[in-house]
């Protein structure tokens, strides 16, 4: 009996066929219906719908023969869904919240398009929606470039420079360009090339160090001022020049002597400084004193004028012995400065050495001064006796000197 039960009948269509009591139609056309159903795929909306009845908590599921229904306790998804949409929504609004630092600027891109620039603080964006880039603004950045470069007289020179800059603007830096650091490199390598080729290979390695610095500034901010990077370049340092290895040391040597020149400038710079004022002051010295001894000679003058006009009614009234009284005047001024003493005996004019008898009559007196302080040191060690008889010995021919002297020393003139 159980071979001739359908596994795709209805429920409960089986169990009559378990008693054997089947209509002769059903049992004719048994074979025909097991074969179209062993042949025909299952019901694919029917098995959906079924598991979207068991999801729902509204399905049913048949029990055993005797048809009896066990029902599945409810679970209710709608009920969990607004609560699962909350805690979505709160997550997803907790996760927006983001901080710039002080020195930062954040760049806001919404779908990859720039939308704002945030200042330093606590901000909140749409997660998956907006996107923040960080930009410092206040952090000053090196970029370095070095190479070698043909000079204006074809040499070539290894030289190195240093560009100091900063983000001016962080919405330019990150779109106007596509690499705005990479950019600043190659503009500064290409504004230092062109500077070096205007110039001679002495220039760079001597004096011309600050025209490349200077150069090199106002060409590279030409050259990136067209492509708006929002860049700023602060400072400009070059750092050296160096020659070809094979003429290094004549370099050097003259690199030396240039600085020993600047050198020695530099000190006698310091000198002429230092010697200018007393120049000066002795300059103005001597003209005060020339000021003064003219003053000097034309109160002089002036006095003379005076005392000359006193004088004229005297001469007027008495010529001859004005004359007198003058000539007289005059030569007593002038014989008082010469230390000779002029004796007119008639004829003759004889001339006294009277400078070379005060001298000598000085050296006989320090002579017996020098005597005396010898006798007396003698009489304090008990010889004062002795020392008395050679002192009067010794000094008698010293007072002799001056008057054999005096007597040689006389002369006449005509």
């Not at 939308?115 to 964006?125: T, Y």
């Not at 500034?217 to 340092?237: C, F, H, Q, T």
């Not at 004022?277 to 000097?296: D, H, L, S």
Request: aromatic letters at 6%; glycine letters at 6%; proline letters at 6%.
């Amino acid at each position: 009996m159980a071979q001739d039960q359908d596994p795709w009948a209805p429920p409960g269509a089986n169990s009559g066929n378990s008693s054997g009591q089947k209509p002769n139609h059903q049992q004719t056309n048994e074979p025909r219906n097991k074969r179209d159903n062993e042949q025909s795929p299952p019901d694919l909306e029917e098995a959906f719908t079924n598991l979207l009845k068991k999801l729902s908590g509204k399905n049913k599921r048949n029990g055993s023969n005797n048809q009896q229904n066990n029902k599945l306790p409810d679970f209710n998804v709608g009920k969990l869904l607004p609560v699962a949409v909350l805690v979505g929504a709160v997550i997803w609004g907790l996760s927006g919240l983001y901080t710039v630092k002080e020195a930062e600027r954040g760049v806001v891109t919404r779908f990859g398009q720039l939308h704002s620039i945030v200042q330093p603080g606590l901000n909140w964006k749409p997660t998956f929606v907006d996107q923040v880039i960080p930009v410092n603004v206040e952090q000053v950045k090196e970029l370095k470039t070095q190479g070698s470069m043909l000079t204006q007289d074809e040499n070539m020179v290894k030289v190195e420079l240093t560009v100091q800059y900063r983000v001016q603007d962080p919405a330019k830096f990150l779109f106007s360009v596509t690499n705005a650091e990479d950019s600043l490199g190659q503009a500064t390598d290409s504004a230092l090339r062109y500077v070096v080729g205007h110039m001679t290979m002495d220039n760079i390695l001597t004096t011309g160090r600050s025209v490349v610095r200077e150069d090199t500034w106002k060409s590279l901010n030409e050259i990136i001022k067209p492509y708006d990077m929002g860049l700023e370049v602060i400072d400009v340092n070059f750092q050296s020049a160096r020659p070809p290895e094979d003429v290094k040391d004549a370099f050097d040597d003259a690199i030396k002597a240039q600085e020993d020149e600047q050198r020695y400038i530099r000190e006698a710079e310091a000198y002429a400084r230092e010697r200018e004022p007393i120049a000066r002051g002795n300059a103005q010295r001597i003209v005060e004193e020339a000021t003064a001894y003219k003053e000097q000679i034309v109160l002089e003058a002036k006095g003379e004028v005076e005392r000359f006009q006193r004088l004229l009614p005297e001469f007027k009234a008495a010529p001859d012995v004005l004359k007198e009284r003058l000539y007289l005047q005059t030569m007593e001024n002038v014989m008082a400065k010469t230390p000779k003493v002029m004796m007119d005996a008639g004829n003759n004019l004889t001339v006294l050495p009277v400078d070379q008898l005060l001298r000598q009559k000085q050296q006989v007196t320090t002579l017996e001064t020098d005597v005396q302080r010898f006798e007396k040191n003698i009489s304090n060690t008990g010889n004062s006796k002795s020392a008395v008889n050679n002192s009067s010995v010794s000094s008698s021919p010293v007072s002799n000197t001056p008057i054999s002297t005096n007597n040689d020393r006389q002369g006449r003139f005509n």
